[in-house]
């Protein structure tokens, strides 16, 4: 698509949007919505409460329903297993707790990671 019937298409969106978007602000059901959450937002802050108080007490249940956000507890990983990888040709060790270890990475290159993974000691 060229540029100009790219931008003559994005043109038509914005105008047919924009004519949404007017039909909606002229909309009585929208309007009495939108007034209806302002006094509501109002008198939850006069009372010191939040909208997930509200649903408390209206529903208990829901909040147990939803999937957190964000967990308190954090489960913690395993801690990784300290392997031992002994060169045979230069008997050169190295230890490491992952396959970034630059030693282990250059002897993957240039033996091969399935031959240096049968050099692993423990």
Excluded: C
């Excluded at 509200?54 to 529903?59: G, H, K, S, T, Y």
């Amino acid at each position: 698509m060229s540029r100009l019937a790219e931008f003559r298409a994005l043109e038509q969106q914005l105008a047919a949007q924009l004519a949404e978007l007017e039909s909606l602000k002229n909309d009585d059901g929208l309007k009495r919505e939108i007034e209806f959450e302002q006094k509501l937002r109002e008198l939850l802050a006069e009372y010191g409460l939040s909208l997930r108080h509200v649903v408390e007490i209206l529903d208990p249940q829901a909040l147990s329903r939803t999937k957190p956000a964000y967990t308190e507890s954090k489960t913690e990983r395993k801690p990784r297993e300290l392997k031992q990888y002994k060169n045979p040709h230069s008997g050169e060790v190295v230890e490491t707790k992952g396959g970034n270890h630059k030693i282990l990475k250059e002897w993957k290159a240039e033996y091969g990671a399935q031959v240096v993974e049968g050099w692993l000691v423990r």
